[in-house]
């Protein structure tokens, strides 16, 4: 089992760059597929990034080239450097993980584990 907790998140104005942080505990998140997704009220939860076991990552297409997923297998660490954020990214974003080496964006709100979140505001 995984335990996960985000950080990072705040208020940027559009155009800026947040960089989200989610840190795992229990079982080696080496050994797990992990990414973000995110919900703006009133809104689907949206699959961002993933990155599995391997180090392969993919992105929503919403997010390509903006966003860059990372993970640091020493400090059990997961990352979401976000740049260029636009208003309409308002959200909180969750940390997910599940014990399959890969893992589609579609997947990441089903996933086994999540954290409890972290607000990006972003202003216009």
């Known amino acids: 089992q995984v335990q996960l907790v985000e950080s990072g998140g705040g208020s940027v104005q559009a155009g800026g760059s947040l960089r989200l942080s989610c840190a795992a505990s229990?079982?080696?998140?080496?050994?797990?597929?992990m990414g973000w997704f995110r919900q703006a009220p009133g809104k689907e939860r949206e699959g961002v990034a993933t990155i599995d076991s391997d180090g392969s990552t993919m992105y929503a297409d919403s997010v390509k080239g903006r966003f860059t997923i990372s993970k640091d297998n020493a400090k059990n660490t997961l990352y979401l450097q976000m740049n260029s954020l636009k208003p309409e990214e308002t959200a909180t974003y969750y940390c997910?993980?599940?014990?399959?080496?890969?893992?589609?964006?579609?997947?990441?709100?089903?996933?086994?584990?999540r954290g409890k979140g972290t607000l990006v505001t972003i202003s216009s």
């Open positions: 229990g079982d080696p998140s080496s050994s797990y597929c």
């Open positions: 997910a993980a599940g014990l399959v080496r890969s893992c589609p964006v579609a997947w990441l709100p089903y996933m086994a584990y």
